[in-house]
């Protein structure tokens, strides 16, 4: 599965740019005294996106920095901590750090790392300082468990490294840290500890890198380290490499040294710690952050490995030792900045409404001139024929800027779940349908973060691990379908996956020890949109890839913002689909206009499947109520549209107008017109913005000469349809013909 | 369409009636004269076809195509029975900006724009205008002319009007 990730890095740019912006806003308007839980949630959600996306894209920095920030931030949401003035300060800062980290990613100057560090620290700092009252602060940590993959990993302290206590601090708060070993002052003996956290051994070691020399420290995944032994890595060459890998760039040592030299007036202690460009240096993203630690890599760090192991056993780490900041850093590509503008959407909208209406001009003057002498008057046709052409093209072009096939989502997703399973240890099959269904630029973007969540959700919580699958009987490779289809007058996007499904009573007992009033009459439906409400979450462990309960309360409320809803369908140990049912605004359709009486409707084609003007005799009544007309063997009913539309002078009989057959939902019905107009392709408005609802029909859309065009909402007609034929003649059957 | 200032504004220099001064738009309907709140007006337009709504009360003509949005169009002779409702180049519609939404009204004509300090409008009392009064915020005396200056946006989003949702109308309300 190979695609070029970085096509959607401009996207994450804009939006967390968007995030980290709205962040500050909500910071600043913050009062500390009494701050309004919504806007708390506001803030988190935030971060919790910009998380999601960091990880996704593998920015690990940014994603890491994130989520202490949003471990403090769900606290103070939940009322475990008290917000004070001193935590906006920070939060604030980390957002300014959060900013410059993305602008190093965007290519620009890179983040002082000292200066992230020392956020982080702080933001550590608070966490650590100010256990909560009411509830275990570890509870928001990742504990073990057999549904998330946790890293056991070893890692050894040189005996000089300063200010160790306040670096295993901060691993504390990242998974459950054990000490094997403290430091002896006399004999040089390194500490040791173990971590066992989500983190790989390869997130440990970045993460140390903030605070320690490189050579200061080595992590070695596994908990190879019996209690009380170290293992030696700082005698020995080593074939772990992990810690050589993250100094692959110190070159010599004077080079080194110099480096070392220029840095220490900037720093206090020294010039020990420092870690310049870290995220520049460290291996491909590829394995970065996704829980993949992959031995392969200590082969690509070998040659490298040798001398910076010669250099650890020689030397030993000195605390004025080498700092490497290399120039590495900075031989890293940048990447040309994106030649895209982001425009606001309502400029786009006021710019296709303009050229609605010049097309509608336009056409205004075909018609004028035609009536002309074309002799006589032959270069203003021309002119007018040269003004459809452009305004034709025109018209395409503003429509191409609004619309954009779903795959531009979509095609997040493989990676995605890729990386996720294999943290998860899960075995998951993504299928994508409908990858080229075309929807409103404005949507597409509202809909990745959802879509997201949901993906993760099911990747988590629903799919199973391979053995409870095949114990369950089922293949141990999951199944993850996300489909876009049009459905009457709507797109609708499905996340299904063949998981566990969603535990009703589990999803109750939460509910009640939230203290919400639930019963056990609840329907299902009403059980299922329980998760929606914000900080709900049924899962036992809260992990950074889900189980906050902030997902699906972000969906619903991004997927309300664009008129649209969602619907949960669950089936225990079946699976569970969650559809997104967004409305048409401003999508192209293509239609055959149709005339009834003087008026003209729109149907959309996707519903025609031929249509026909029956001989009479193919046409019968049924038991004296609806008409039915055979169509090769077929009787399908006849839908007189005149009468179900009030419209005056509508031909009333098949044999007089003709008969549009369209399908939906398996059904097939035979829409009775006056006459076939012609097909082409309309932009759909929606009929709601200004008015209300109208039964039977979807939307509205505007003519070449400037009229409104109502477009049927066939799904409703032959719903409704269905429900007159049961209510009209129960027991009666058709085949009574 | 002449926007004449009327001697009235001319009267209500004095400072404090001043600022709380509004500005209404004056239309007929029937015998009646009514105002409006000038900033819900959008524009005045001349009536042009618009396309019929299947089973919409009598009174919604249908929708227009406003610059590329889909605007109902409202017939206030209809919905109020007063005039006989005639349709020509000179047929009037006030298109109104409420609630976020954009609706048309069709009037019998619009005379002008006027300016009624706050305490020169008076509580309506019980009496037989065509609008219930619970759409009427009072009477505005303009020298020998009177207003019932009217309470639009309560008007167009109400039940009666069904131009609204039920749930849009919920949430408009919050």
């Known amino acids: ?737 | 369409m002449t926007m004449t200032d009327t001697a009235m504004t001319d009267t209500t220099v004095k400072g404090s009636a001043r600022v709380v001064a509004r500005e209404f738009l004056v239309f007929t309907l029937g015998r009646e004269e009514y105002g409006i709140d000038i900033l819900k007006v959008q524009e005045i337009r001349g009536y042009e076809s618009v396309t019929r709504i299947a089973r919409a009360p009598a009174f919604i003509k249908g929708v227009i195509n406003l610059r590329g949005s889909i605007v109902p169009i409202v017939d206030m002779r209809l919905k109020f029975a007063l005039a006989e409702a005639t349709y020509d180049p000179f047929t009037v519609v006030i298109i109104l900006n409420i609630l976020d939404r954009t609706v048309g009204m069709v009037v019998d004509g619009v005379s002008d724009v006027v300016e009624l300090p706050a305490d020169s409008i008076r509580p309506p009392p019980e009496f037989g205008a065509a609008v219930d009064t619970a759409y009427i915020q009072g009477l505005g005396a303009m020298g020998e002319r009177m207003v019932i200056v009217m309470d639009i946006e309560r008007l167009m989003s109400s039940e009666e009007m069904s131009l609204v949702d039920e749930a849009a109308r919920s949430q408009s309300s919050q």
């Open chain 1, 1 to 737: 599965m190979s695609f070029d990730m970085s096509q959607f890095h401009q996207v994450f740019f804009d939006e967390t740019e968007e995030h980290l912006a709205n962040m500050e806003a909500l910071l600043l308007a913050l009062p500390v005294e009494a701050p309004d839980p919504e806007e708390l949630n506001a803030i988190f959600r935030a971060a919790h996106s910009i998380k999601g996306g960091a990880a996704t894209f593998g920015f690990d920095d940014l994603a890491d920095l994130t989520h202490v920030l949003e471990n403090l931030l769900d606290r103070v949401r939940k009322g475990t901590m008290q917000l004070t003035r001193e935590m906006v300060d920070v939060f604030l800062r980390s957002k300014d750090m959060l900013a410059a980290l993305l602008a190093a990613h965007r290519g620009g100057e890179s983040a002082d790392p000292v200066a992230v560090a020392a956020v982080k620290a702080e933001l550590v700092g608070i966490a650590d300082g100010q256990p909560s009252a009411t509830s275990v602060p570890e509870s928001s940590l990742p504990e073990t468990s057999p549904a998330h993959q946790l890293y056991t990993v070893s890692i050894e302290i040189a005996t000089e490294a300063p200010d160790v206590e306040s670096v295993l601090e901060s691993l504390r708060a990242e998974g459950e840290l054990t000490v094997l070993k403290q430091r002896e002052e006399g004999t040089g003996s390194p500490w040791v500890v173990r971590l066992v956290s989500v983190l790989t051994a390869l997130e440990v070691a970045e993460t140390l890198a903030f605070a320690l020399s490189p050579d200061a420290f080595h992590v070695v995944p596994g908990s190879m380290v019996e209690e009380a032994d170290g293992f030696g890595l700082f005698l020995d060459d080593t074939a772990g490499g992990l810690a050589e890998q993250l100094v692959a760039a110190t070159r010599t040592e004077e080079e080194a040294e110099a480096a070392a030299g220029n840095l220490a007036a900037a720093l206090e202690d020294n010039g020990f710690g420092l870690f310049e460009a870290l995220p520049a240096e460290t291996p491909t993203s590829d394995i970065e952050g996704f829980g993949l630690f992959e031995p392969l890599e200590s082969a690509q760090a070998a040659p490298v490995a040798a001398p910076a192991g010669q250099e650890a056993a020689g030397v030993r780490p000195a605390p004025a030792a080498p700092s490497p900041a290399t120039p590495a850093g900075t031989a890293k590509a940048t990447p040309a900045a994106e030649s895209s503008i982001r425009v606001n959407i309502e400029k786009v909208d006021l710019l296709l409404n303009l050229v609605g209406e010049l097309v509608i001009t336009q056409s205004m003057l075909m018609q004028s001139g035609s009536q002309l002498d074309p002799g006589e008057h032959e270069r203003l046709l021309d002119g007018i024929g040269q003004l459809e052409r452009n305004s034709r093209e025109l018209q395409e072009a503003v429509m191409s800027i609004r619309m954009t096939p779903i795959s531009f989502v979509f095609n997040r997703f493989p990676r995605v779940v890729r990386d996720l399973t294999a943290r998860l240890d899960k075995e998951v099959e993504l299928k994508t349908i409908g990858e080229n269904t075309e929807l409103d630029k404005g949507f597409i973007e509202k809909l990745s973060d959802p879509l997201t969540h949901l993906v993760r959700n099911s990747l988590d919580h629903g799919i199973e691990e391979p053995d409870v699958r095949r114990r369950k009987g089922k293949s141990p490779v999951g199944k993850l379908t996300l489909r876009a289809f049009h459905q009457g007058g709507s797109i609708v996007i499905e996340v299904t996956d063949d998981g566990a499904g969603l535990d009703r009573e589990r999803i109750l007992a939460k509910a009640r020890e939230r203290g919400m009033a639930v019963g056990d009459t609840l329907t299902d439906n009403e059980v299922w949109n329980l998760i929606f409400e914000p900080g709900f979450s049924t899962a036992s462990v809260v992990t950074d890839v889900s189980g906050r309960g902030v997902g699906m309360d972000v969906v619903k409320r991004n997927i309300q913002s664009m008129g649209g809803h969602v619907d949960i369908d669950s089936l225990k140990d079946f699976g569970t689909t969650i559809s997104i049912r967004l409305p048409l605004t401003l999508a192209i359709m293509d239609g055959m206009s149709v005339r009834i009486g003087n008026e003209i409707y729109i149907l959309p084609l996707s519903f025609i499947l031929e249509s026909l003007q029956p001989p009479p005799a193919d046409v019968y009544a049924v038991s004296g109520k609806g008409l039915v007309v055979n169509v090769r063997g077929e009787y399908l009913p006849i839908v007189h549209l005149g009468g179900l539309f009030e419209v005056a002078h509508a031909k009333g009989t098949a044999s007089e107008g003709i008969l549009v057959i369209v399908e939906c939902d398996e059904t097939r019905l035979a829409l009775l017109v006056d006459e076939l107009i012609g097909q082409q392709q309309f932009v759909v408005k929606n009929l709601e913005t200004n008015y209300r609802k109208v039964e039977g029909i979807s939307g509205a859309t505007i003519l070449g000469d400037g009229q409104v065009a109502l477009i049927l909402d066939v799904t409703t007609i032959v719903r409704s349809n269905q429900r007159q034929v049961l209510a009209s003649a129960p027991g009666q059957s058709v085949a009574e013909v």
